[in-house]
């Protein structure tokens, strides 16, 4: 009797769980776009054109390689709309009784599974290099979780960059080389853009037709959607950017988008990139001389470090992470994340990157719009859904804990020793926004105060009970308690009418 073999819309890689251990002469492939996976947020156009596209496009591989594949495109008729619906319709149609699946990447889609009213076999996607079990075991016991040691782990195991059993060089890491303040040039041009194909092409005009109200500009659409292209995108980065990756990696420029970012977060999430040959590409760069220690080991911590880790923590953690709320905060997104007008340069650019590229750097995604969502008392699941909808990477498994965890700390510090908030000094120092910006950086209060610095005070302030107590919040709490009563009174009472003013709609 034959399978049903289901492969998703992020799981487009032949070596995924379910394709290795399913029998191509009498197994089937099903593949479906479904309105329940292309609406559970309002997705940036340009990442369902990506998935789709994607899927289209690895769909034709398949065949091509000698699967039976059942293909459902968005607007078929017969669409059920929904994963489990689509696995019914081809069970009734084919006879097969039974499905083999890769676990999905979201509690969502496991629970819809797992409940399905048909037999499904769920296998650990081994796509990654630490398994479920594998994390947990390392976790257990720990009184904090600090993605410095599991990374430590990861390098012993995979053996990237060691020497012997010793790092590279003498170090674990080399991050205090990295992060100099930007450039006053960037020579990277950018990543690698690819002029749409037929099957692309049909995909941008069914997103078009489909997806035009949610927010985020679906062309030009340059985004590679095969592994072919993804390779070759990894490689003009490996050539091209890799080399100052870590000095630039936290900068951010008016005038460009991408400085040295990699710009394979899309890729590698629907499996058209292997982590594997993303580290192995970097570590062949250093070794043959082309890029520092600093850059490689830098650029290699986020993929087999932070990745893995915040994987590992999304299912450690169970369904309800994401409705994390420790510190409270209730305030509802302002309109400006999404393309709403505001005179605040930093997050007036990011917001218009995020919309014309799906994209934003990690430094802007903390501490821009992280660090202002933070600092403004949003309640941080309108801001997990705003991540998981605006960029072309995201996928819950990876976006919660950065977002829930890192950067709103409303997991009350599960792995971030302390929040990642700042006054406008970090965004001054870093970027070359402020100087364009209606605000002015350096005025704490008062006419023309950026509304980072009386926000930060006023955010220390209202969760000193929470936060008091941590000890690497000490310094920031003494600074406050420096300030004359007089002033930081008025400190929060212009932070809070500016809230007011943002919340009731106004231009800030
Ligand atoms: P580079 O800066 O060039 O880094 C190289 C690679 O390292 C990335 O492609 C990515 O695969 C990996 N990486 C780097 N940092 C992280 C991290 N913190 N967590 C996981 N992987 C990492 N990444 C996503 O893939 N999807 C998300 O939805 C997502 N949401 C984020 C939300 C917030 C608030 C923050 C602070 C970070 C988020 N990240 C997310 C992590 C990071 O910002 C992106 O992976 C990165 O910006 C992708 O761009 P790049 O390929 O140019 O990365
Ligand atoms: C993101 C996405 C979108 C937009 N559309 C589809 C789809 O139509 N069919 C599909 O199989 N997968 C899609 N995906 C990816 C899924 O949402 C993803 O598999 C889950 O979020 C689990 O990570
Ligand atoms: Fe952002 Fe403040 Fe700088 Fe303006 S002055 S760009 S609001 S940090």
């Given at each position: ?6 492969v ?7 070596e ?21 996976e ?32 059942r ?18 319709r ?10 083999l699946a890769?676990?999905p ?15 499904v ?56 080389e ?22 692309v ?7 078009e ?9 679906l062309?030009?659409f ?20 890799l080399?100052k990756f ?5 900068a ?9 970012h990699?710009?394979?977060s ?51 953690e169970?369904p ?31 917001v218009e ?7 934003a ?11 202002f ?13 705003w ?9 819950e ?29 970090y965004i ?13 950086v ?28 941590n ?7 003494r ?9 930081r ?19 800030v």
């Open positions: 009797m034959s399978r049903l073999v289901l998703l819309g992020d799981q487009l890689s032949p995924i769980a379910a394709l290795k251990v399913a029998d191509k002469d009498r197994d089937i492939v099903v593949m479906a776009e479904v309105t329940d292309t609406g559970y947020v309002p997705h940036h156009p340009k990442k369902i054109a990506l998935v789709l596209a994607a899927m289209r496009k690895f769909a034709a591989r398949l065949r091509d390689d000698g699967w039976q594949v293909y459902s495109e968005l607007d078929d008729s017969e669409n059920a709309g929904s994963i489990v619906g689509e696995l019914l081809r069970s009734e149609e084919t006879g097969a009784s039974e499905v890769t676990e990447g979201e509690w969502r889609l496991i629970t819809a599974l797992q409940e399905a009213p048909i037999p076999s769920l296998l650990e996607d081994d796509r990654f290099l630490a398994s479920h079990k594998a994390f947990e075991s390392w976790a257990e016991g720990r009184k904090s979780l600090r993605m410095e040691y599991f990374y430590r782990e990861m390098r012993r195991k995979t053996g990237y960059l060691m020497d012997g059993d010793k790092p590279e060089g003498g170090q674990w890491n080399y991050d205090k990295n992060r100099k303040p930007p450039p006053g040039e960037v020579g990277f041009g950018g990543p690698m853009a690819f002029t749409p194909d037929a099957t092409e049909a995909v941008l005009d069914l997103v037709a489909r997806f035009s109200d949610n927010f985020g500009s062309r030009p340059t985004l590679a959607t095969d592994r072919g292209q993804a390779r070759r995108a990894l490689a003009h980065f490996i050539k091209h950017a080399p870590g000095d630039y990696q936290d951010m420029l008016n005038d460009d988008r991408f400085l040295y990699a710009l394979i899309p890729y590698l999430n629907i499996g058209l990139l292997d982590l594997r040959e993303v580290c192995a590409a970097a570590e062949e760069a250093y070794r043959a001389g082309d890029a520092p220690l600093n850059a490689v080991e830098g650029f290699i911590r986020q993929v087999i470090g932070w990745r893995e880790f915040v994987r590992g923590v999304y299912f450690l169970g309800d992470y994401p409705r994390n709320n420790k510190l409270n905060q209730q305030r509802k997104l302002p309109w400006l994340y999404w393309g709403g007008e505001t005179r605040m340069t930093c997050l007036a650019k990011t990157q995020t919309r014309e590229e799906a994209y750097h990690h430094i802007q995604r903390l501490m821009v719009t992280g660090n969502a933070l600092l403004a008392g949003i309640d941080p699941a309108e801001v997990h859904e991540y998981l909808a605006v960029y072309a990477d995201a996928y498994w990876v976006e919660a804990p950065n977002v829930v965890g890192m950067s709103q700390f409303a997991d009350g510090g599960l792995f971030a020793s302390k929040p990642y908030v700042s006054s406008g000094a001054d120092r870093m970027s070359d926004y402020c100087g364009s910006c209606a605000y002015d350096k005025t704490k209060l008062g006419e023309g105060a950026c509304p980072f610095n009386l926000l930060y005070w006023h955010f220390l302030d209202r969760q000193r009970d929470r936060l008091e107590g000890g690497r919040m000490g310094n920031m709490y600074t406050w308690d420096r300030i004359d009563a007089g002033k009174a008025q400190i929060l009472e212009e932070a809070e009418a500016f809230l007011e003013r943002m919340s009731a709609g106004e231009v």
